[in-house]
Nanobody, 127 residues
Framework: VQLQASGGGLAQTGGSLRLSCAAS????????IGWFRQAPGREREFVAT??????????DSVKGRFTISRDNRDNAKNTAYLQMDSLKPEDTAAYYC???????????????????WGQGTQVTVSS
């Protein structure tokens, strides 16, 4: 599975950005696809994930502000989107998309359990 993230940039507090993660591979539809982020000096943390059935799960810090969605109509290419609204300066980080071959709700939210990673895309929110 290959992952390509895009859509980062600069936003003001209260603004919006949308990230995209293009996931390709013969079995990509079997994977949960999610987003993690890492700010300087901090560990990588879970943001949101969409299970292979399309169920969405969020970190408490982004619940109600971020929305993850997934387009899995193509067997070999799925795209996951992260719509980020009401952005805060504390959302500033490098955002990474990841894929995991698991349907266990707790497991798909764990950074160290992910099977594949895309490159990071920077999100910067100014106050």
């Amino acid at each position: 599975v290959q992952l390509q993230a895009s859509g980062g940039g600069l936003a003001q507090t209260g603004g919006s950005l949308r990230l995209s993660c293009a996931a390709s591979g013969r079995t990509v539809r079997s994977y949960a696809i999610g987003w993690f982020r890492q700010a300087p000096g901090r560990e990588r943390e879970f943001v949101a994930t969409a299970s292979r059935s399309g169920d969405a799960y969020y970190a408490d810090s982004v619940k109600g502000r971020f929305t993850i969605s997934r387009d899995n109509r193509d067997n070999a290419k799925n795209t996951a989107y992260l719509q980020m609204d009401s952005l805060k300066p504390e959302d500033t980080a490098a955002y990474y998309c990841a894929a995991i071959l698991s349907s266990h709700v707790a497991t798909i939210q764990v950074s160290s359990k992910q099977d594949y990673w895309g490159q990071g895309t920077q999100v910067t929110v100014s106050s």
